[in-house]
Protein backbone atom coordinates (compact mmCIF):
# COMPACT_ATOMS: atom_id res chain seq x y z
CA UNK A 1 0.00 0.00 0.00
CA UNK A 2 1.04 3.44 -0.89
CA UNK A 3 1.85 5.89 2.16
CA UNK A 4 0.72 9.22 2.20
CA UNK A 5 0.10 12.15 4.17
CA UNK A 6 -3.31 12.23 4.11
CA UNK A 7 -3.10 8.22 5.66
CA UNK A 8 -0.78 9.21 8.18
CA UNK A 9 -2.60 12.09 8.90
CA UNK A 10 -5.65 10.22 9.50
CA UNK A 11 -3.84 7.40 11.79
CA UNK A 12 -2.51 9.27 14.05
CA UNK A 13 -4.97 12.58 14.39
CA UNK A 14 -2.30 15.03 13.74
CA UNK A 15 -3.31 17.63 11.22
CA UNK A 16 -0.67 19.01 8.77
CA UNK A 17 -0.89 22.29 7.39
CA UNK A 18 -2.98 22.72 4.25
CA UNK A 19 0.51 24.38 2.52
CA UNK A 20 1.46 20.52 1.80
CA UNK A 21 0.51 18.13 -0.59
CA UNK A 22 -1.69 15.23 1.10
CA UNK A 23 -1.46 12.82 -1.90
CA UNK A 24 1.92 12.44 -2.51
CA UNK A 25 3.37 9.07 -1.94
CA UNK A 26 6.19 9.64 0.76
CA UNK A 27 8.90 8.06 -0.20
CA UNK A 28 11.11 5.51 1.85
CA UNK A 29 14.74 5.15 2.12
CA UNK A 30 17.30 3.46 3.94
CA UNK A 31 19.80 7.08 4.41
CA UNK A 32 20.64 9.61 6.25
CA UNK A 33 16.82 12.15 6.85
CA UNK A 34 16.39 15.52 8.42
CA UNK A 35 13.22 16.73 9.50
CA UNK A 36 12.80 20.24 11.62
CA UNK A 37 15.18 19.90 14.69
CA UNK A 38 15.73 16.19 14.07
CA UNK A 39 18.48 14.07 11.84
CA UNK A 40 17.46 10.60 11.45
CA UNK A 41 20.60 8.45 11.25
CA UNK A 42 20.84 4.97 10.28
CA UNK A 43 23.10 3.34 13.06
CA UNK A 44 25.64 1.40 10.86
CA UNK A 45 26.45 5.25 9.88
CA UNK A 46 27.56 6.70 13.37
CA UNK A 47 28.12 2.87 15.34
CA UNK A 48 31.02 4.14 16.56
CA UNK A 49 29.35 7.37 18.32
CA UNK A 50 26.18 5.55 19.29
CA UNK A 51 25.33 2.07 20.49
CA UNK A 52 22.60 0.81 22.69
CA UNK A 53 22.32 0.17 25.94
CA UNK A 54 23.26 -3.75 26.92
CA UNK A 55 20.00 -3.51 29.62
CA UNK A 56 17.65 -1.35 27.07
CA UNK A 57 14.04 -1.98 26.51
CA UNK A 58 11.76 -1.26 23.76
CA UNK A 59 8.70 0.36 23.71
CA UNK A 60 6.27 -1.13 20.70
CA UNK A 61 5.53 1.98 18.72
CA UNK A 62 1.66 1.82 18.63
CA UNK A 63 -0.15 2.20 14.85
CA UNK A 64 -1.34 5.44 15.63
CA UNK A 65 2.29 6.29 16.12
CA UNK A 66 4.85 7.59 19.03
CA UNK A 67 5.71 11.57 19.71
CA UNK A 68 9.55 11.60 19.60
CA UNK A 69 9.92 15.30 20.22
CA UNK A 70 8.05 17.98 20.47
CA UNK A 71 9.02 20.90 18.98
CA UNK A 72 10.82 24.08 20.87
CA UNK A 73 8.37 26.14 23.31
CA UNK A 74 6.00 23.32 22.82
CA UNK A 75 5.13 23.55 19.32
CA UNK A 76 4.66 20.86 16.68
CA UNK A 77 5.43 17.03 17.42
CA UNK A 78 7.57 14.16 15.48
CA UNK A 79 5.27 11.78 15.74
CA UNK A 80 7.29 8.01 14.88
CA UNK A 81 4.35 6.00 12.93
CA UNK A 82 4.36 2.47 12.31
CA UNK A 83 2.66 -0.43 11.72
CA UNK A 84 1.38 -2.70 15.03
CA UNK A 85 4.78 -5.18 15.96
CA UNK A 86 7.01 -3.47 13.08
CA UNK A 87 8.79 -1.03 14.99
CA UNK A 88 10.50 -0.42 18.62
CA UNK A 89 11.91 2.30 20.66
CA UNK A 90 14.16 2.70 23.31
CA UNK A 91 15.84 6.02 24.69
CA UNK A 92 18.63 3.65 26.31
CA UNK A 93 21.36 4.78 23.97
CA UNK A 94 24.86 6.28 24.61
CA UNK A 95 26.50 8.78 22.33
CA UNK A 96 29.31 10.34 22.39
CA UNK A 97 28.07 13.86 21.11
CA UNK A 98 25.01 13.24 23.88
CA UNK A 99 22.80 13.98 20.55
CA UNK A 100 21.04 11.12 20.42
CA UNK A 101 16.96 10.88 21.54
CA UNK A 102 16.15 7.69 20.90
CA UNK A 103 16.85 4.27 18.91
CA UNK A 104 13.96 2.69 16.62
CA UNK A 105 14.07 -0.81 14.54
CA UNK A 106 11.74 -1.37 12.31
CA UNK A 107 10.86 -4.73 9.94
CA UNK A 108 8.40 -2.89 7.53
CA UNK A 109 8.34 0.65 6.20
CA UNK A 110 8.02 3.46 9.35
CA UNK A 111 7.49 7.02 9.07
CA UNK A 112 8.36 10.47 11.02
CA UNK A 113 5.38 12.70 10.85
CA UNK A 114 5.43 16.36 11.74
CA UNK A 115 2.40 19.11 10.88
CA UNK A 116 5.04 21.61 8.78
CA UNK A 117 7.31 19.07 7.46
CA UNK A 118 5.25 16.48 6.31
CA UNK A 119 6.65 12.98 6.09
CA UNK A 120 9.66 10.93 5.62
CA UNK A 121 9.83 7.17 5.29
CA UNK A 122 12.20 4.87 6.71
CA UNK A 123 13.16 1.04 5.22
CA UNK A 124 13.41 -2.11 7.57
CA UNK A 125 16.36 -1.30 9.44
CA UNK A 126 17.75 0.62 12.69
CA UNK A 127 17.46 4.47 13.20
CA UNK A 128 19.17 6.99 15.59
CA UNK A 129 17.27 9.57 16.36
CA UNK A 130 19.30 13.25 17.31
CA UNK A 131 18.99 16.44 17.82
CA UNK A 132 20.49 18.92 15.41
CA UNK A 133 23.63 21.08 16.25
CA UNK A 134 24.45 24.45 14.84
CA UNK A 135 26.70 27.34 15.37
CA UNK A 136 26.26 29.73 17.76
CA UNK A 137 26.08 33.95 16.62
CA UNK A 138 28.95 34.54 19.39
CA UNK A 139 32.05 32.85 20.20
CA UNK A 140 31.61 29.73 18.13
CA UNK A 141 29.53 28.26 20.57
CA UNK A 142 26.78 25.76 19.58
CA UNK A 143 23.41 25.27 20.49
CA UNK A 144 20.72 23.05 19.29
CA UNK A 145 18.00 24.01 16.22
CA UNK A 146 14.91 25.11 17.76
CA UNK A 147 11.99 24.02 15.76
Known amino acids: MTVNLAILSQRTGLA ?17 QAQGDLLIV ?3 MIATAVSIDNWATWREVPADGFEVLRGAAGGNPHTLVADASTCHWTTQA ?14 KPA ?4 PEH ?5 SPGVYVVRR ?3 LGHSR ?5 VAD
Open 111 to 114: YMLH
Open 16 to 32: VLDHLEKQVAIPVIDGL
Open 118 to 122: GATGF
Open 132 to 134: QRE
Open 94 to 107: RDTFELAIGIFRNT
Open 42 to 44: PLR
Open 140 to 144: GGRRL
